[in-house]
T-cell receptor, first 113, second 113 residues
């Protein structure tokens, strides 16, 4: 069956360290992958998109990698801050399904000062 | 001020009643989506629409209905046939083509009493 899995346990790190979140998928051939941030009680906010033929994408302190052989994406936040504390969702888009996305369950990140 | 709005923020319903959740966008997006989110889980797609007067079932459409009579509006009706309707409901919109982000509303928290 098709599955998308993110770290189910919350990730707790110290301010200034790099946070690394994982998104693994099985039985999909995604065209591209997106990462979203969600704060409690709010809708998700788009962060980054990476295509299947791209290995890495950066935006300010954020970096995403996409390994279609390992069927995995890693999401990094460098020099993390308490304001980065939130739940981070990965989402896959499949070929020929327009803008339809399939979401993982999310990983909660907590950055301590 | 462009964006996507959902109303109401909180909704209470008695068991056996139908209820309609509103979703409006002024982003001129063709595609709109409804998701359900349960505690500790990711987003699950209920219905989506890629163009006016057309919509498709998502992964968990049973007990829900939608309409798309206008580009700006995509209301979701939670019917009495939905066995476990208490959840956080999120509406989103996008340009609709591949490789585009989804923009989310603030969500409606529905509680069935």
């Amino acid at each position: 069956s098709q599955k998308i899995e993110q770290n189910s346990e919350a990730l707790n790190i110290q301010e200034g360290k790099t946070a690394t979140l994982t998104c693994n998928y099985t039985n999909y051939s995604p065209a591209y992958l997106q990462w979203y941030r969600q704060d409690p009680g709010r809708g998700p906010v788009f962060l980054l998109l990476i295509r299947e033929n791209e290995k890495e994408k950066r935006k300010e302190r954020l970096k995403v990698t996409f390994d279609t052989t390992l069927k995995q994406s890693l999401f990094h936040i460098t020099a993390s801050q308490p304001a980065d504390s939130a739940t981070y969702l990965c989402a896959l888009a499949i070929y020929n399904q327009g803008g339809k996305l399939i979401f993982g369950q999310g990983t909660e990140l907590s950055v301590k000062p | 001020d462009g964006g996507i709005t959902q109303s109401p923020k909180y909704l209470f319903r008695k068991e056996g009643q139908n209820v309609t959740l509103s979703c409006e966008q002024n982003l001129n997006h063709d595609a709109m989506y409804w998701y359900r989110q349960d505690p500790g889980q990711g987003l699950r797609l209920i219905y989506y629409s890629q163009i006016v007067n057309d919509f498709q079932k998502g992964d968990i459409a049973e007990g829900y209905s939608v309409s798309r009579e206008k580009k700006e509006s995509f209301p979701l009706t939670v019917t009495s046939a939905q066995k476990n309707p208490t959840a956080f409901y999120l509406c989103a919109s996008s340009i609709g083509e591949a490789e585009t982000a989804q923009y989310f509303g603030p969500g409606t928290r529905l509680t069935v009493l």
